[in-house]
């Protein structure tokens, strides 16, 4: 009999990572059939030249109607969502509906109220599937697993561009969505330090209380900042009560928090509309469209992407380390960021092993316990991406 072969649905298909995903899904043999589904698709243009269209249909979608995602549902083995955190609602309730799998690179704290749900419709959701969250968390997975007990969880992650391509004020250029890294800048925090809770205003993320400095292999010193909930983690892992230091932190050129701390202070991330100016400008909507078109990669530069990931405690009742690296660069030849090599590919290969049924398990899982360490890195690997590791006994 005749295998049947796999039918995926991308969601946000012409986007910067609805198109690595593409590109990553089109060559493959096991896949018969790939949805595009967007607003508008002249971006497909860019990745012509490099991919067989053949197995690809587009189709204009409003995500925000149940029911147009419901119909699209029903026609394949597995949905990769790669829109907005705000098209979840429609885009959860119509998986739950169709009674179909889906992959996801958003956060997914707010998911997990839709467990039993899932369970019952008999389909997995995997949100965190991207490059952090995503691989980081399932490297965090790896560690619980070779050490006996953990003391210490620092992860950081960061994109920007190669040293050539510095060149603004910022050191800093675009491989995601600008609004996005605005909104970053203005990200609570909280971390373990000395065995004790830390919260992390948003307002205070850049002070140089909170900053510190790592050495990255081969790229010298890069500034970490707070970004976001740590202790989330530990406590979905379960070791929150033996974690002395834990972190997540975001890796730049030096210089970035000098640059938005005093910005933050006046005021130049609020929301609020300003007085006295036509119609209803924000000073982040004014940062948003005005800086936004001046950091644009050229064709011929790269963007990098750094993450380590440091993990300390005991293994057979001696102290270890086990520490994660990887750096990802632009295929200057496709254009494919670096950014977008991490997240769409960490959920193409996910999503091939849900359809797959080599990740079996029903409900709203995570990377953390879901996603297989070493088929995930090694599909990294095939696709050029590097994870180098070091396991040390201390003691």
């Not at 490059?131 to 697993?145: E, F, Q, S, W």
């Not at 910005?263 to 005005?290: C, N, R, W, Y």
């Not at 936004?292 to 057979?316: A, C, H, S």
Request: charged content about 25%; overall charge negative.
């Amino acid at each position: 009999m005749k295998e049947e072969k796999m039918k995926v649905l991308v969601l946000g298909g012409c986007g910067i990572q609805g198109r690595t995903v593409l590109y990553d899904l089109a060559p493959d043999p096991d896949i018969g059939e790939i949805i595009c589904a967007d607003i508008r698709f002249d971006a497909l243009e860019q990745i012509k030249p490099f991919v067989d269209m053949a197995k690809i249909t587009t189709v204009v979608l409003d995500a925000r109607q149940k029911d147009q995602l419901i119909d699209l549902y029903g026609k394949v083995d597995i949905v990769i969502d790669l829109l907005p955190s705000s098209f979840e609602e429609a885009v959860y309730e119509a998986a739950l509906e169709a009674k179909v799998d889906i992959v996801n690179a958003n956060y997914g704290h707010e998911l997990r109220k839709l467990d039993s749900q899932a369970k019952q419709a008999g389909i997995a959701i995997m949100p965190e599937c991207g490059l952090d969250p995503g691989i980081d968390l399932v490297i965090y997975g790896d560690a619980t697993r070779r050490l006996d007990q953990l003391h210490l969880i620092n992860s950081y992650c960061g994109g920007f561009p190669e040293k050539k391509a510095c060149t603004n004020p910022l050191n800093y250029k675009l491989s995601w969505i600008w609004r996005g890294v605005l909104n970053s800048t203005m990200r609570q925090g909280r971390i373990i330090k000395d065995g004790k809770i830390v919260d992390i205003p948003a307002m205070n993320q850049h002070d140089e209380r909170f900053l510190h400095t790592i050495d990255f292999p081969g790229l010298g010193p890069l500034e970490a900042i707070p970004n976001g909930d740590a202790v989330i983690f530990t406590d979905f892992l379960g070791v929150t009560d033996t974690i002395v230091e834990t972190g997540r932190y975001s890796l730049r050129w030096p210089g970035w928090s000098a640059f938005w701390r005093p910005l933050k202070q006046l005021g130049f991330l609020s929301d609020e509309p300003v007085k006295g100016l036509a119609g209803t400008i924000s000073p982040i909507d004014f940062l948003d469209k005005f800086l936004g078109p001046q950091l644009e990669y050229q064709k011929d530069e790269k963007d990098l992407v750094t993450m380590i990931n440091v993990f300390e405690g005991l293994k057979e009742g001696k102290k270890a380390r086990f520490t994660s690296t990887m750096l990802i660069e632009r295929d200057l030849e496709t254009g494919i960021t670096a950014m977008s090599k991490g997240v769409g590919y960490t959920a193409a290969i996910t999503a091939r092993m849900i359809a797959r049924g080599d990740i079996k398990e029903k409900g709203v899982l995570s990377p953390l316990h879901h996603i297989p360490v070493v088929p995930l890195l090694s599909g990294l690997k095939d696709r050029g991406i590097q994870i180098n590791e070091e396991f040390i006994v201390l003691e």
